[in-house]
């Protein structure tokens, strides 16, 4: 198997065990807590589930296009048409949510089976109009359900994020900060290299403040 391969199934077995963690968390979600603020400026929970399944259905689309052999457009309608039917939807009861998410995983997980060797070597479009590999759609997933679910603020935080995704994403960021930096700059402050990995990416994807440093550009 090639190392895109290899690196493929890890990622597909950590967003599945991500998906199942999302799921346990919203066993008992009440309609009041779907109100309820997160840590996203302006989005409840309902707004952050009803991102979630949209999210999957966008991947879903995407590597459905990209086996035919077509590169397709994750929203199409771009930022508008996207943030629309997040609005839209989320509103409705706790229920109605979660059975929404739930079979949004579900629909998305049989894509991954599906896909053909062409859907995984082809290309799509973000929501920003950037080319992205279907060979990586399936770790952007995974960032989505780690980190949107401690969003959530139902007793799962970022330092319940998993190891697997913490390592991948760490090795991510930090090429992400290297190339944003000035020479000289490139290296993480020596305050954030002491941070557990955990509490490091919590930074990176600014999601938790760190005497001493500054709010990084991030997720």
């Known amino acids: 198997m090639s190392d895109v391969g290899r690196l493929l199934n890890e990622y ?3 967003c599945a065990a991500a998906h199942q963690r999302l799921l346990a968390a919203l066993e008992i979600l009440t309609d009041e807590q779907c109100r309820g603020t997160t840590a996203l400026p302006g989005w409840t929970r309902g707004h952050v589930l009803n991102h979630l399944a949209r999210n999957a259905d966008s991947h879903v689309h995407l590597l459905q296009c ?3 052999g077509e590169v397709g457009e994750q929203y199409p309608g771009g930022a508008v048409a996207r943030n629309a039917a997040i609005e839209e939807g989320a509103g409705r009861a706790a229920e109605q949510l979660v059975a929404d998410v739930r079979r ?3 629909a998305l997980e049989a894509q991954w089976a599906a896909t053909n060797a062409q859907g995984w070597q082809g ?3 973000n929501n920003a109009g950037a080319t992205i590999p279907m060979n990586d759609v399936v770790f952007l997933r995974w960032r989505e359900v780690e980190v ?4 959530l603020d139902l007793g799962v935080t970022w330092q319940q994020w998993s190891a697997e995704y913490v ?8 090429m992400l900060w290297r190339s ?8 993480l402050p020596e305050a954030a290299l002491r941070l557990p990995p955990n509490h490091r990416l919590a930074w990176l994807l600014r999601r938790t403040e760190v005497e001493g440093l500054a709010t990084p550009d991030g997720f």
Not at 167 to 174: F, N
Request: overall charge positive.
């Open 12 to 14: 597909v077995v950590g």
């Open 66 to 68: 990209a086996s035919r």
């Open 104 to 106: 949004s995983i579900y």
């Open 123 to 125: 290309e799509g479009l």
């Open 148 to 151: 949107h679910t401690s969003d």
């Open 167 to 174: 390592r991948y994403e760490l090795d991510r960021q930090v």
């Open 180 to 187: 944003r930096k000035s020479m000289g700059m490139t290296v």
